[in-house]
Each structure stands twice: as C-alpha cells, then as structure tokens.
C-alpha cells in the first residue's frame, strides 16, 4: 500500500452500516478498516437496532476478503477485488496500539481512536493523501480540528447534492402554455388528445411528467419522449379538478395531478412527496377505497410502514400483528376515520370497509421474501427507509399490484439518513425515467390554516 498516486481511505462505522458493501467502492484507492470500527460493528450486528443485518453483512464481506489471509497480509493490505482494472487494496489497522504514539485524544473511545489512527497514517504516509470517511457530521468536524487534512462524506449512492435539485414530478411553464409552443402536431387515439412538441424547451423531461402553466387550463402528461420530440397527453384542467375517489375531490392542481397517477391502471408506482398535510396519505387511501370496493381491480389494501424500534417492542404489545401495528398507523386510520366522518355510524363504517375491502396493517420486517399479488399497496412515512430496504419491498410486488410511497423529507427520524441519502430520493431518481411509474411532489398545505401558517412560520 505505498502507492503515492492513490489515495487512502480511513472508513468509519457508519459508513459500513449506511452501506455495507461500500468498501467495493474503492476499486482504484487503498481502504484502511480501524480495528475499532470491527468492534463496534460487533457489539451492533447481536443488538435488535435496525442496522443490526447491515452491520452483520459488512462482517461477512471483510470475512470473505480476507479468509485466506495472512496477519502480515492483512496489517499490510490485499487487493479489494480481483478484476484487472482494480488496483486498490483494503488492510486492518490495529490502532488499539496507537495511543501512545498519537496524543491528539487521551481517551479510549472509539470515535477518538478512529481519529488517532488516521492522523498516525496522516504522518506515516506523507505525502500521500489521507482520507477519513464519514457520515457523522459531528465527526468531520472533530477530525478537522484535531488535524485531519482531508475528511469527506460518502456519496456514491446519492445521486443529487442537494435536496431542492429533486425532480418534483411536474414543470411549471410561466405565463400561457400555448404562447410559447411555435410548432406542434395534435392526433386523437380512443378518445385522448395528443401533442408533439420540440424536446428542447421542456429539458429535463421523462416519461409520465406533468406539464402545467400559469394562466390557462392547460395540463398535460408526458407520454413519449423521443430524441428531438416530446409527446404530451392532454389532460383537462376542469376535467382533473372535479375527479372524484371516495367522494374526495381535488383540492389544489397538486392533487388533481397526485389523482390522476394513483387512478390510472397502467401506472405501477406512483410517489408521493410533499410537506405534511398536503394530502398524501388521504389521496392514496381514498384511490385505494374506490378501486378496491368500487372497480373490484384489486383483492386487498396492504398498508405498511417503517417501525425504528419494532424489534424490541412489538413484541410487547398485546394482540396480533394487525392490531400491533395500530399505534404506528394511526396516520392511516385518521385518515380512514375522516374519509367517513360524515357516516351514521363512523365506527360500524370502518369496520365494514376494513373487511370489505380487505385491508392489511403490515409490518416492514415481514414483507421479506413474500410475493404479493393484485393488491394495493401504501408504503407510508418512506423517508425513513434506505434504498434496499425501498428495493425489498417494491421487489415483492407481482402481477397486478400497485404500490404507493409517500413521505415528507423534512421528517426523517433515522439517524443514518439525510434528505439526500434517503430511499425516498433514491426512489425518485432513479424511478423518473420508467414508464410506470409518476411522481407527484404536493405543493401547499391543505390540512388546515393552522397547519398550513406553522408550515410556513415555524
């Protein structure tokens, strides 16, 4: 490992629990694992945390690497990958023995340790660049201060530097859509409107964006993207403000938009984003209730969500997996709850439309390795989940399913996760440019004025 050209990397914990393969990320550079980073790994991977399986699958892939390895081997470093174009190698450091060479922190804590062995590599190395890795923001900071050159976050997951970057699943056109469109083709196919248009002026664009504008009625859909051509589907303002879904209406073009995407069949995902109160989750059950008993196009409503500490609690809750799952899905039956306020009996309601329409409360831990077919699921409050976690549930979807995200990136509760590093934005990212899939960001607070003035002011 004494390559000058290529960097080094010192790893912290959390970047093997944020991702536990990340050290294959590395193919060019050199990777340093500090012992301590093994030992808190260990007392992480037998805890009922939820990173638990991460920190156990990080163990598994340093096992593998460095199986047939010998002491020496493993102090001095082997190579990461066995590719040819790889040169990188990963090597243990023992930094439990760096105390007394290195005085810049006294104590035995790990974060401290890890600090100490990167500011000794820092010196042993020199001049070659010294990295420290981290997603703890507390940490860069500490490490900068004690003397570490080079601190850095882990991004090769995060596809954008900042959250306000994240498609929003529509393009606002200033002033009339129609004075700034020189040339276009309509045709009529089954009763729907189509125009082409040049490409140019609506970059970025994909599949299945809206297009509105700020005078006229004009809404539109992307339903074809071509090299120099855009294709838009023609979508009556009116028309999508006055759709109905269990007797819900549009409040906002917002949600006329969110509306049209969760009602449409061929759409198999739509994601919801938006700020809390704009309607996500009551937009997704009321679609889900006029599809489910009214059209008979699904056999049931599954409803899920993530639990941080449903490992160790809800095993304490009395009853069965449904009725566990209540307290964490309360958003869901208020919203059930205020979609029949209006009934004789609101209790008898819901309790007729919960077996009618066969709805589910489901835990996240239990959707692994099911096969779910023909039904309507909500993944609500999917700002708190990582992209596998995302992908091993959007995995377990067959035939005949459709699938609801919603969630609001100003509320993440994880402590591994920022608004960049979230599923959620991965998911949109990544999802924009499949044909079956729309994503909506809800504009505007529509719980109430008090709701919509703290949003605003607090």
């Known amino acids: 490992m004494g390559d000058t050209d290529r960097k080094l990397f010192v790893l912290d914990t959390n970047i093997l629990l944020h991702e536990p393969l990340a050290i294959f990320s590395f193919q060019e550079h ?48 082997i190579p990461i990958s066995r590719d040819k174009g790889s040169t990188g190698h990963i090597a243990i450091l023992a930094d439990f ?40 923001i507390n940490m860069r900071l500490r490490a900068k201060g004690a003397g570490v050159r080079f601190v850095e976050d882990y991004r090769s997951d995060q596809l954008i530097d900042d959250v306000q970057y994240l498609t929003k699943g529509f393009q606002q056109i200033e002033g009339d859509f129609w004075s700034n469109v020189d040339q276009v083709e309509s045709k009529n196919l089954a009763g729907r409107t189509y125009h082409t248009l040049a490409r140019e002026p609506f970059e970025p664009t ?27 589907q023609d979508l009556s303002r009116e028309r999508l403000m ?34 809390a109160g704009s309607g996500k989750t009551l937009l997704a059950l009321a679609a889900a209730l006029e599809q489910n008993i009214e059209k008979n196009m699904f056999d049931k409503i599954i409803v899920t969500r993530n639990t941080p500490d449903i490992g160790e609690s809800i095993g304490f809750l009395p009853g069965s997996e449904e009725e ?17 306020k209006n009934d004789h009996c609101t209790e008898g309601s819901l309790k007729y439309i919960c077996d009618k ?47 609801v995200c919603s969630g609001n990136l100003a509320q993440i509760d994880s402590h591994y996760l920022t608004p960049v590093t979230s599923g959620l934005t991965y998911m949109v990212e990544r999802f924009k440019n499949f044909e079956g899939s729309a994503n909506i960001h809800l504009n505007g607070v529509v719980r109430s004025r008090l709701a919509e003035y703290a949003e605003e002011n607090l």
Request: charged share 30%.
């Open 30 to 77: 050199d990777v340093v694992i500090p012992m301590t980073v093994l030992e808190e790994l260990d007392r992480i991977k037998d805890s009922k945390r939820d990173v638990a399986r991460d920190a156990r699958v990080a163990i598994r892939a340093l096992e593998a690497l460095f199986k047939d390895a010998t002491p020496d081997e493993i102090s001095e470093g």
């Open 97 to 136: 023995e760096l105390q007394e060479t290195i005085k810049a922190f006294a104590d035995k804590a790990g974060d401290n340790r890890i600090l100490n062995a990167t500011l000794y590599l820092q010196n042993k190395r020199a001049p070659r660049e010294v990295i420290l890795v981290t997603k703890d």
């Open 206 to 232: 994909y599949l299945n964006q809206y297009v509105i504008d700020d005078d006229s009625d004009f809404v539109g859909r992307v339903a074809q993207v071509d090299a120099d051509s855009i294709t838009l």
């Open 242 to 275: 006055h759709r109905r879904a269990w007797d819900i209406t549009p409040k906002n073009i917002y949600q006329a938009m969110a509306l049209d995407a969760l009602l449409d069949p061929d759409i198999d995902l739509v994601i919801l984003t938006g700020a």
């Open 324 to 340: 566990k799952m209540l307290p964490w899905l309360a958003a869901v039956t208020d919203t059930l709850e205020a979609l029949h």
């Open 357 to 403: 329409a066969n709805i589910q409360f489901k835990s996240i831990n239990f959707m692994r390795g099911r096969s779910i077919q023909n039904a309507f699921v909500l993944l609500d409050e999917c700002q708190n989940l990582t992209a596998s976690q995302i992908k091993t549930i959007i995995t377990r979807c067959g035939e005949g399913t459709k699938i």
